[in-house]
């Protein structure tokens, strides 16, 4: 049996390793995944479908590269930055909270698309929502954010432009897990981005919301501190702010910035 002294060196050696591993570096030191690197991007929920085909596109451009995603509300995704969690780029659904993990960025934000809320249905709409008063007026259940998400701002304020006086069923954590709760017939509609909408496809329908582009979302993106392949991050932003990453975000039915 190892004397007491040296399990308590060792303890404090596995407690150093994880720590270690969430360091700052520089070119010279990426995060290894098998033989090639790997970069890992943070990015809001609402931007799953663009940056899994911007991360197939940067994999295909730089052979042995990996991106690795991870998709959540965008104020999980800042305190995770802030905390220090080992990722190369955050990609957030709106200024303020890029702004909150000001501390962990290596470089300034960039806005690099915008987009807007709409009201959206299950595809056979059984509460038969044509209008937004609907919600007031028909005994419509809805759901939206969490009000500590970008999403949940935007939709709040929505509420309070149209004088909204019908109250959400449920909060989600983020827009993908209210658009689950209308696809799934759990909802009768709920607050999404255009974006979103236009992703479901024929599972939803779309209907405009007053004053919605009084509301509008702005994106930032920009490398992280605590990166080990910040020559990489940074290409990835580019892509993002290219003019081929523009398309891709166009398509989507994102705005320019």
């Known amino acids: 049996m190892l004397p007491s002294r040296a399990l308590t060196g060792l303890s404090l050696l596995a407690l150093a390793l994880p720590l270690a591993a969430c360091g700052g570096g520089d070119d010279g030191a ?11 991007v943070l990015a809001a929920a609402s931007l799953t479908g663009t940056f899994t ?8 451009d730089h052979p042995g590269v990996t991106v690795k995603l991870a998709f959540d509300s965008s104020a999980t995704l800042a305190q995770q930055a802030l905390d220090g969690a080992p990722a190369d780029v955050l990609a957030t659904a709106d200024e303020a909270t890029m702004d909150s993990a000001a501390d962990a960025l290596a470089a300034d934000p960039q806005v690099f698309a915008t987009n807007t809320m709409v ?5 056979d709409n059984p509460a038969q929502i044509t209008d937004f008063g609907d919600l007031d007026t028909g005994g419509a259940t809805f759901v939206a954010c969490v009000d500590t998400a970008p999403c949940g ?6 509420f309070q432009d149209n004088d909204l006086t019908a109250k959400p069923a449920s909060l989600e954590v983020d827009v993908k897990a209210v658009l689950a709760k209308v696809t799934s017939d759990e909802a009768d509609a709920g607050f999404v981005y255009r974006t979103d ?9 779309s209907v405009d919301i007053p004053h919605a582009e009084d509301e ?10 605590q990166s080990r392949a910040s020559g990489l ?17 166009a398509d989507a039915g994102f705005g320019k910035p």
């Open 233 to 249: 991050a940074g290409e990835f932003v580019d892509l993002v702010l290219s003019t081929e990453g523009q398309q891709v975000l």
């Open 53 to 60: 085909d911007l991360a197939k596109q940067f994999e295909d």
């Open 30 to 40: 990426p995060s290894a995944d098998g033989d090639g690197t790997t970069i890992t």
């Open 197 to 205: 909408a236009v992703a479901a496809g024929e599972d939803v329908r």
């Open 119 to 123: 009201l959206v249905t299950p595809a």
């Open 153 to 158: 701002k935007v939709a709040a304020a929505l």
């Open 216 to 225: 509008v979302t702005t994106y930032p993106i920009a490398p992280l501190d």
